[in-house]
């Protein structure tokens, strides 16, 4: 059974849909995150599981109950907000209290679940503290600990770690991930703009555009083989090298044809087998493309160096198109050297141009 | 400073070094000329208030106006407050004094509240039509008092509340509420939304939500509500005079009487002292609040 269940979802602000007929399923104990440029449509999609926002049509099943007309407070939904939201008038202890106040729970009961997430959380010492008093990391942690005293089965997260700075995010996803391990079977859905929280925490990425998901899977399955332009171009950073071309069939394999590029496409593992004349773009990311001086399929002119220590992105002309390479940290290249390089056919991508899908 | 970067150093002063040297500019002195210039023009007319209340009245006759009194005397200040004549009675402005305050506090406390839901209904609650009604309220806000006062007196009559105190509340608190309603929308509007959606997952409904989440956070603004509306209310005198009612009076429409009355001397020092009297209580409201106020101001206008 799914833990939470979205069914031919319309979300309209006006007269303009923002989510139309969208669906998706989270299976218990999933860490599932929402990825995509901001405008489109996670943090609206979050909220009206939330049940913060007013829907046009479709179902949300939320633990097998339709909670589709359900207040947010019945939902059994715990939620961390961008912002920390913190009740700034009340102190941590108030803060995580609140809710259960609201819900009439028993005053025993409220100080044992209190403690148990301050404990999980590294708060305990913190509990009559006001939220001005706390450094930023702590008010999420406060922000977190409020989601979890609500003993829910589903957290939702609307880009939490967003407002921090660069260090406290990476430790604090670390213990968010940690955090949902500890839970056992919590299901989580995480919002974010950040593809290395998505690809770091996540069990299955959704990628969003346009208030459609465009694709559902796996971390490494969103990275390796994208299921469209979008995510390909989206996922990834430096971002992946594309060259617009069209295909080629002969009698021989299918071959890529870009201007005075030419490129075997004998193994590629296409869908269905290509049509001559599609209009094609080839991407391969800067990390897959091999220098190889004797079996090197094209000739590149270096332009930039860009050393950043563990790595060298090494930016390249090819034929009038910019190629990313991603390299050693001691790769030594000067502008104007000439490369060979190779695109190993298992690591290439190939979208249509026109529909904009894997082929 | 310039001396002593320059002795202590021995550097020579025309090299850069340390905090700026702060000069005085034509500009600088221009603006505090123009300061003290429109401080002293304010303050005048009060200085003149306060020395002639502390005058007799053959002292006054002499027309030194600026003058300090030879001999203080504080004669008029006890007169104003519970002898002077007002037609036929003389109990001074104490009476009005009284009235004010009977018609102020109740105003207020009442205009503040109301203004503060139907701010936080309009922020956080979107209902339908919101804006329609948000509008409407506003323009209420530049509609002339005049115009409606005549149709206000049939009304407050048709319901038997003319020339009450029930009544004049009543005034008070509708024409307070267009602009304190913005006052509180604009504050509520600046606060995040997601403080809002956090309580509402929690649990909280309109009430829960309003009274402990909202509310502590509205201290700034309510203060600025309140001063508003005490001084708005408490030197209003058209209102007051239309629908009081005469056993209700407020201090105003008192003061106005006793300077108006035009029976024998014209007793300048009492009059003064009894003007002072009554700006008195929004003199003492914006200087115990005015921190609070400025603050305030500023905060209620960020966001529109």
Known sequence: MASVSINSLDVAFGTVKVIENLNLDVEEGEFIVLLGPSGCGKSTLLNSIAGLLDIADGEIWIDGKNVTWEEPKDRGIGMVFQSYALYPRMTVAGNLSFGLKMAKVPKPEIAERIKGASELLHIDDLMHRRPVELSGGQRQRVAIGRALVRDVNVYLFDEPLSNLDAALRTELRVELKRLHRELGNSTMIYVTHDQVEALTLADRIAVMHGGIIQQLASPRTIYHRPANRFVAGFVGSPRMNFIAGHIETGSGDPVFVAGEIAHPLGDYDFAEPPSSGTAAELGIRPEHVRIDPDNGGHTVTVEIVEPMGAETVVWCSLAGHTIGLRLDGDAAHEPQDTLKVGFPGDRLNLFDRETGSRL | ?304
């Open chain 2, 1 to 304: 400073m310039t001396g002593i970067a320059t002795t202590a150093g021995g550097i020579a002063k025309d090299r850069p070094r340390g905090p700026r040297p702060r000069r005085v500019t034509a500009s600088r002195v221009g603006v505090y000329g123009f300061l003290i210039i429109a401080a002293i023009y304010f303050l005048a007319p009060m200085w003149v208030m306060i020395v002639t209340s502390l005058k007799t009245m053959p002292e006054i006759r002499e027309g030194f106006l600026f003058n300090w009194p030879r001999e203080v005397s504080f004669e008029a200040w006890t007169k104003a407050w519970s002898t002077a004549c007002t037609g036929r009675d003389c109990e001074g402005v104490r009476p009005g004094f009284l009235n004010s305050v009977k018609i102020t506090v109740p105003s207020v406390a009442i205009s503040v509240v109301i203004a503060a839901i139907n701010g936080y209904a309009l922020s956080f609650w979107r209902f339908r039509g919101a804006q329609i009604f948000f509008a409407i309220l506003i323009f209420g806000a530049f509609v002339p008092y005049q115009v409606v006062i005549y149709p206000l007196i049939i009304f407050l009559r048709e319901i038997g509340l003319f020339a009450s105190l029930p009544g004049i509340i009543i005034i008070h608190t509708i024409f307070g509420m267009p602009i304190l309603t913005l006052l509180y929308r604009n504050y509520f509007a600046a606060l995040p939304e997601e403080l809002f959606r956090a309580a509402r997952v929690d649990g909280a409904g309109f009430w829960s939500a309003f009274f402990r989440i909202i509310l502590p956070m509205s201290v700034p603004i309510t203060i600025v509500a309140i001063i508003l509306q005490v001084t708005g209310i408490w030197n209003d005198f058209l209102f007051g005079i239309v629908f009081a009612g005469r056993e209700n009076m407020p201090m105003t429409v008192q003061l106005n009487n006793i300077v108006q009355t035009t029976s024998g001397v014209r007793e300048y020092n009492v009059n003064m002292a009894a003007t002072i009297l009554t700006a008195a209580v929004p003199l003492a409201v914006y200087f115990i609040s005015g921190r609070w106020f400025v603050r305030g101001i500023a905060a209620g206008a960020v966001k529109g």
